[in-house]
């Protein structure tokens, strides 16, 4: 049972002898173990006292220490309850032949005559041996055990169980049934683990077949598998009792007892070497041949085997002191060794591997004869283990020199702007001012400089980087290439005096990012931020009127708070060139002058029931509060208006909204409601060219509660506005539009206002305005007019208006009251 994988069942072993027909020995004392894959059962056994241990696959192991015979055999009674469905689940039917025995099923199913106790205790119905097997008896069969499993593997390495149509990617810990194969590939490798611990290494390129242990004649029990073609390295360790590993091969059958390698040629051709302390023997053509330790043997398709030749020792390592190996994320670790040469040998072999008994090797290297180092490139951070072995002119491996240990540190290079070196150049190729980032625990010097944790880039060319840790080691310089950077601009490009030039540099391919370069320019010149263009970058250079004849045009990469320099180039400064005078006109027309300011001390106010003079040349933003008293019924009726008008960006149109609130008092008059109503606009101006002006708008009275509170409707008021400047500092002005409810039955209403304004100075404007409606109210036919006058003062982003308005009709007194004065604030930015 070995280290007990794989097993179907719980059952209960005693750690005694067995009898020849499966009868347990009487004893009461011994060593049991129960092997379950139910962990409460496991938990149970823990309970009843004693000591217990939990080990691999749900085994528990109770020592001498338990006393209570029965808890056990009820727990181990649990235990079969529970697992027998599974067992009889992986169990399969079997018709006895004729001459089948009990033994030979055993031989041909499980590889072992031995195991024909578990045929008996799987078909209870056969009675006590000997038994005598009926040809057409369906006997139960137990699923066999895995032999084997994947230990490890390394890269792409697939298995196809017997059962299966093709092979599959392998994983670490998956189960190898009998007649499983393996197959790795390029710079792959597996290790493979029998039940007895025996180790097989799978090395690249290679197709094996476990079948696992099998018993031979006289009783001898062997671990087995085919090598089709590739390399297998065993590690069978010398424990005494441990099944030898035979290895059949196109062209031998080769039992080894301890350490060795096989390999098969593209040809058939097997080569065995021994390399553990006991004797190997290789069977090929009708011959046997044994191997003393230290010796192999070459095999050829249909020839018998050579006579032992003796193996060739390890090379040795020419430094005694192994310190860390140093390279670059992305890239691994360079490791670089030096051995002495061997007499004889026709190449090394160079084994790197993560683990120290030779498991998931990273790399394989094959180095001639006569060389006296190697390299290993791309090494993952970490320790890794290094062997090497020398090759005879036949092909066969000697023994491998004791796995050395080194530690690889990684570097990583940042370049301009954050990002990563593209690529898996070697060395590595980074623009100017990237940072090289020393591993943990290290620091790292450019050339001569000072010792630093980052160490910036600055000089193109190969660059030599030398790093050490707090030992004081210094592993081999890192090698690394920074670019030289070109920088070109057209062929006419120059820089004028007292002028700003738009300057086209050209950069290399792929270089850094725009928003890391910056100007290098001297004295007398600057410089606006770089923009990246198709093939480069773009500069805003200024010249001073007293710069020099030569200007030396520079780009820098931002590194932190350092300048690292990328190229430069001279450019000549110029004068600018002379204008030539305009032509003068034979009647030069006088200049027009600035059309002064208009007032509108009624003409943003939210009024449902009048349209007012406006401003309607004046764009940009503005913001205004007004409040005013009005004539009522008893006490003034007191009204804020606030609101908000904006020109929309790079389009003639202009929205706004306002609305008013009374405070003191409410009017009664169903056409003067609009408390906390909202009014919305919209519109556009039309004409603004020299004295004349003219715009559009339609507003939309919204109102928020129902009448007698509100307006209680939806009134639209589209009008249009103009005016007409004949003298700069006076202008006439109009609107015209109407007033339409929304309801069947609501007003439908003209409205308009004719106005003068007279601007004594730029700031200041008064004037005066006649203001009518006239149509069909909610309920009756009418008119109202009225005047109406103000002033306004701009002051900046600051303007101020005061208005009065006086009622001339009776209808005009019910829809505004007799009078109105006003007084607002507005702000305005163009």
Same mark, same amino acid.
Do not use: K
């Given at each position: 049972?070995?280290?007990?994988?794989?097993?179907?069942?719980?059952?209960?072993?005693?750690?005694?002898?067995?009898?020849?027909?499966?009868?347990?020995?009487?004893?009461?004392?011994?060593?049991?173990?129960?092997?379950?894959?139910?962990?409460?059962?496991?938990?149970?056994?823990?309970?009843?006292?004693?000591?217990?241990?939990?080990?691999?696959?749900?085994?528990?192991?109770?020592?001498?220490?338990?006393?209570?015979?029965?808890?056990?055999?009820?727990?181990?009674?649990?235990?079969?309850?529970?697992?027998?469905?599974?067992?009889?689940?992986?169990?399969?039917?079997?018709?006895?032949?004729?001459?089948?025995?009990?033994?030979?099923?055993?031989?041909?199913?499980?590889?072992?005559?031995?195991?024909?106790?578990?045929?008996?205790?799987?078909?209870?119905?056969?009675?006590?041996?000997?038994?005598?097997?009926?040809?057409?008896?369906?006997?139960?069969?137990?699923?066999?055990?895995?032999?084997?499993?994947?230990?490890?593997?390394?890269?792409?390495?697939?298995?196809?169980?017997?059962?299966?149509?093709?092979?599959?990617?392998?994983?670490?810990?998956?189960?190898?049934?009998?007649?499983?194969?393996?197959?790795?590939?390029?710079?792959?490798?597996?290790?493979?683990?029998?039940?007895?611990?025996?180790?097989?290494?799978?090395?690249?390129?290679?197709?094996?077949?476990?079948?696992?242990?099998?018993?031979?004649?006289?009783?001898?029990?062997?671990?087995?598998?085919?090598?089709?073609?590739?390399?297998?390295?065993?590690?069978?360790?010398?424990?005494?009792?441990?099944?030898?590993?035979?290895?059949?091969?196109?062209?031998?059958?080769?039992?080894?007892?301890?350490?060795?390698?096989?390999?098969?040629?593209?040809?058939?051709?097997?080569?065995?070497?021994?390399?553990?302390?006991?004797?190997?023997?290789?069977?090929?053509?009708?011959?046997?041949?044994?191997?003393?330790?230290?010796?192999?043997?070459?095999?050829?398709?249909?020839?018998?085997?050579?006579?032992?030749?003796?193996?060739?020792?390890?090379?040795?390592?020419?430094?005694?002191?192994?310190?860390?190996?140093?390279?670059?994320?992305?890239?691994?670790?360079?490791?670089?060794?030096?051995?002495?040469?061997?007499?004889?040998?026709?190449?090394?072999?160079?084994?790197?591997?993560?683990?120290?008994?030779?498991?998931?090797?990273?790399?394989?290297?094959?180095?001639?004869?006569?060389?006296?180092?190697?390299?290993?490139?791309?090494?993952?951070?970490?320790?890794?283990?290094?062997?090497?072995?020398?090759?005879?002119?036949?092909?066969?491996?000697?023994?491998?020199?004791?796995?050395?240990?080194? /530690?690889?540190?990684?570097? $990583? *290079?940042? =370049?301009? +702007?954050?990002? %990563?070196?593209?690529?898996? #150049?070697?060395? &590595?190729?980074?623009?100017?001012?990237?940072?090289?980032?020393?591993?943990?625990?290290?620091?790292?010097?450019?050339?001569?400089?000072?010792?630093?944790?980052?160490?910036?880039?600055?000089?193109?060319?190969?660059?030599?980087?030398?790093?050490?840790?707090?030992?004081?080691?210094?592993?081999?310089?890192?090698?690394?290439?920074?670019?030289?950077?070109?920088?070109?601009?057209?062929?006419?490009?120059?820089?004028?005096?007292?002028?700003? /030039?738009?300057?086209?540099? $050209? *950069?290399? =391919?792929? +270089?850094?990012? %725009?928003?890391?370069?910056? #100007?290098?320019? &001297?004295?007398?010149?600057?410089?606006?931020?770089?923009?990246?263009?198709?093939?480069?970058?773009?500069?805003?250079?200024?010249?001073?009127?007293?710069?020099?004849?030569?200007?030396?045009?520079?780009?820098?990469?931002?590194?932190?708070?350092?300048?690292?320099?990328?190229?430069?180039?001279?450019?000549?400064?110029?004068?600018?060139?002379?204008?030539?005078?305009?032509?003068?006109?034979?009647?030069?027309?006088?200049?027009?002058?600035?059309?002064?300011?208009?007032?509108?001390?009624?003409?943003?106010?939210?009024?449902?029931?009048?349209?007012?003079?406006?401003?309607?040349?004046?764009?940009?933003?503005?913001?205004?509060?007004?409040?005013?008293?009005?004539?009522?019924?008893?006490?003034?009726?007191?009204?804020?208006?606030?609101?908000?008008?904006?020109?929309?960006?790079?389009?003639?149109?202009?929205?706004?909204?306002?609305?008013?609130?009374?405070?003191?008092?409410?009017?009664?008059?169903?056409?003067?409601?609009?408390?906390?109503?909202?009014?919305?606009?919209?519109?556009?101006?039309?004409?603004?060219?020299?004295?004349?002006?003219?715009?559009?708008?339609?507003?939309?009275?919204?109102?928020?509660?129902?009448?007698?509170?509100?307006?209680?409707?939806?009134?639209?008021?589209?009008?249009?506005?103009?005016?007409?400047?004949?003298?700069?500092?006076?202008?006439?002005?109009?609107?015209?539009?109407?007033?339409?409810?929304?309801?069947?039955?609501?007003?439908?209403?003209?409205?308009?206002?004719?106005?003068?304004?007279?601007?004594?100075?730029?700031?200041?404007?008064?004037?005066?305005?006649?203001?009518?409606?006239?149509?069909?109210?909610?309920?009756?036919?009418?008119?109202?007019?009225?005047?109406?006058?103000?002033?306004?003062?701009?002051?900046?982003?600051?303007?101020?208006?005061?208005?009065?308005?006086?009622?001339?009709?009776?209808?005009?007194?019910?829809?505004?009251?007799?009078?109105?004065?006003?007084?607002?604030?507005?702000?305005?930015?163009?």
């Amino acid at each position: 049972m070995g280290r007990g994988r794989g097993l179907q069942a719980a059952r209960l072993q005693r750690a005694g002898r067995e009898g020849e027909e499966g009868e347990w020995e009487e004893s009461v004392h011994g060593e049991w173990s129960v092997y379950s894959t139910e962990p409460w059962v496991c938990s149970l056994l823990r309970r009843g006292g004693g000591r217990s241990s939990l080990t691999r696959a749900g085994a528990v192991r109770h020592d001498r220490g338990i006393r209570c015979f029965g808890l056990i055999a009820l727990c181990s009674w649990l235990a079969l309850c529970l697992c027998a469905g599974e067992a009889r689940a992986q169990a399969t039917r079997y018709t006895v032949r004729e001459g089948d025995t009990c033994r030979g099923i055993a031989t041909r199913v499980y590889g072992d005559g031995e195991a024909y106790r578990r045929i008996h205790d799987a078909n209870p119905q056969l009675g006590p041996p000997p038994h005598d097997l009926e040809p057409g008896t369906v006997l139960t069969l137990p699923a066999p055990e895995p032999p084997a499993e994947l230990s490890a593997v390394h890269r792409r390495v697939e298995r196809r169980p017997p059962a299966a149509a093709a092979f599959a990617d392998a994983r670490a810990g998956q189960q190898l049934p009998r007649g499983t194969q393996v197959r790795t590939h390029d710079a792959a490798s597996a290790e493979i683990t029998f039940a007895d611990d025996a180790q097989v290494t799978v090395r690249e390129r290679t197709l094996v077949i476990v079948y696992g242990g099998e018993r031979r004649l006289a009783q001898r029990r062997v671990t087995r598998a085919e090598l089709e073609r590739g390399a297998l390295r065993s590690r069978l360790g010398e424990l005494a009792g441990r099944a030898p590993l035979e290895v059949e091969t196109p062209s031998s059958r080769a039992s080894l007892d301890g350490d060795g390698v096989v390999s098969v040629e593209e040809d058939g051709t097997s080569r065995v070497a021994n390399h553990g302390r006991r004797i190997a023997t290789v069977e090929a053509g009708g011959e046997r041949v044994r191997l003393p330790p230290g010796t192999g043997t070459v095999v050829r398709r249909g020839e018998r085997p050579t006579r032992a030749r003796r193996l060739l020792p390890p090379p040795r390592w020419t430094v005694e002191r192994s310190g860390p190996v140093i390279g670059f994320v992305g890239l691994g670790g360079n490791l670089r060794g030096g051995f002495e040469p061997v007499r004889g040998a026709a190449r090394y072999r160079v084994e790197v591997a993560a683990s120290p008994r030779g498991a998931e090797l990273l790399t394989t290297l094959e180095v001639p004869g006569d060389a006296r180092s190697f390299a290993a490139e791309g090494l993952p951070e970490g320790t890794v283990y290094v062997s090497a072995a020398s090759i005879d002119p036949r092909g066969l491996e000697g023994r491998r020199s004791p796995w050395r240990a080194y /530690t690889v540190r990684l570097a $990583r *290079l940042v =370049e301009p +702007g954050g990002g %990563t070196p593209e690529g898996d #150049a070697r060395p &590595p190729r980074v623009w100017p001012g990237t940072w090289l980032v020393a591993p943990r625990t290290m620091d790292c010097r450019d050339d001569e400089g000072v010792w630093s944790g980052i160490v910036t880039l600055r000089e193109t060319g190969s660059r030599s980087v030398t790093c050490r840790d707090r030992a004081g080691d210094e592993p081999a310089p890192l090698a690394v290439v920074v670019r030289d950077v070109r920088v070109e601009a057209e062929a006419d490009a120059r820089l004028v005096r007292d002028r700003t /030039t738009t300057l086209r540099l $050209r *950069l290399p =391919e792929g +270089g850094p990012p %725009t928003r890391t370069l910056v #100007a290098d320019l &001297p004295d007398g010149f600057r410089a606006g931020p770089a923009r990246a263009i198709e093939d480069g970058v773009s500069l805003e250079v200024y010249a001073a009127p007293d710069a020099p004849a030569e200007a030396r045009v520079g780009l820098a990469v931002a590194a932190g708070s350092e300048r690292v320099p990328l190229g430069s180039l001279v450019l000549a400064v110029t004068d600018p060139a002379p204008l030539e005078p305009a032509p003068t006109p034979a009647r030069p027309d006088p200049p027009s002058p600035p059309p002064r300011p208009v007032q509108s001390a009624f003409g943003d106010l939210a009024w449902p029931s009048a349209l007012s003079l406006r401003d309607e040349r004046r764009g940009g933003l503005a913001a205004w509060i007004q409040a005013g008293a009005l004539e009522a019924p008893g006490d003034p009726q007191v009204r804020v208006w606030v609101g908000a008008r904006a020109q929309l960006p790079d389009l003639p149109l202009r929205v706004g909204f306002a609305s008013q609130l009374d405070v003191l008092a409410r009017p009664e008059s169903p056409e003067r409601r609009g408390d906390a109503d909202l009014l919305a606009n919209v519109g556009a101006l039309l004409l603004d060219e020299g004295p004349l002006g003219a715009a559009i708008d339609l507003s939309v009275w919204i109102p928020t509660r129902a009448e007698p509170d509100s307006l209680g409707r939806v009134r639209f008021a589209p009008s249009l506005e103009g005016s007409w400047r004949p003298l700069p500092w006076l202008a006439l002005r109009t609107r015209q539009g109407a007033l339409i409810d929304a309801t069947e039955r609501g007003a439908r209403l003209w409205s308009g206002a004719l106005g003068v304004d007279f601007a004594p100075i730029d700031a200041l404007a008064f004037g005066a305005a006649l203001e009518g409606t006239a149509g069909r109210f909610s309920d009756r036919e009418g008119a109202a007019l009225g005047v109406s006058g103000g002033a306004e003062l701009r002051l900046g982003l600051l303007d101020v208006a005061l208005g009065a308005r006086v009622a001339l009709t009776d209808e005009a007194r019910a829809l505004l009251g007799a009078w109105a004065v006003t007084g607002s604030v507005r702000l305005f930015a163009r």
